[in-house]
């Protein structure tokens, strides 16, 4: 993985070895600015804390579920939203300040209602870089949570929704491994 593709993750740790030497496994947390460290907590609602690992730091996550409760009209309509991204309220993932500037652009693109629409269909928006998703226009902001929405809205198994990942690897392994074994045996194939 290139750097530039890591995004808003920051390595705070690594992994070292040598004959006497061993430094903790590597962490990943999201750009936390001094704002962030500062931003309003607000008590995790326990359907939230439910969805999160033992190992998920609660000081920062409360700090993202507040940020993240101020784009909702409901604390019932946050915890949708969480349950459809748990990712957003991540601090490995995510910083408030991601949240609160997204939301402002979303604000003034669609409006509050309109905002809170896009960010009910795709509440993986709030997870951008705000500069970032300046850049994109309105229909492409909104065309992309109806895709988000209509995808998730198909009745596929969790185990399966959970692996898709591994399904679309395996898809694309087998079409190489045909090209190389089948179609272009002991002999370059082009590639």
Not at 83 to 90: A, Q, V
Not at 125 to 133: A, E, G, I, M, R
């Amino acid at each position: 993985v290139r750097p530039a593709m890591l995004g808003p993750l920051l390595i705070v740790g690594r992994t070292m070895q040598n004959s006497h030497v061993r430094t903790s496994a590597a962490v990943a947390m999201a750009r936390w600015t001094v704002e962030d460290m500062k931003a309003k907590s607000l008590p995790l609602p326990a359907t939230v804390d439910a969805l999160l690992s033992e190992d998920t730091p609660r000081a920062e996550t409360k700090k993202l579920w507040a940020a993240l409760r101020k784009c909702f009209a409901s604390e019932a309509d946050a915890i949708d939203a969480v349950k459809r991204n748990t990712g957003t309220i991540l601090p490995y993932l995510n910083a408030p300040s991601n949240i609160y500037g997204c939301y402002s652009y979303l604000v003034e693109v669609f409006g509050v209602e309109g905002a809170r629409s896009v960010v009910s269909k795709n509440p993986g928006v709030l997870s951008c870089n705000p500069k970032t998703l300046r850049t994109s226009t309105a229909d492409e902001i909104s065309n992309a949570a109806n895709l988000v929405d209509f995808i998730e809205k198909i009745p596929i198994p969790l185990a399966v929704r959970n692996s898709l990942d591994k399904i679309v690897f395996l898809i694309g392994a087998s079409f190489v491994a045909k090209r190389i074994l089948l179609d272009c045996p002991n002999q370059s194939c082009g590639f």
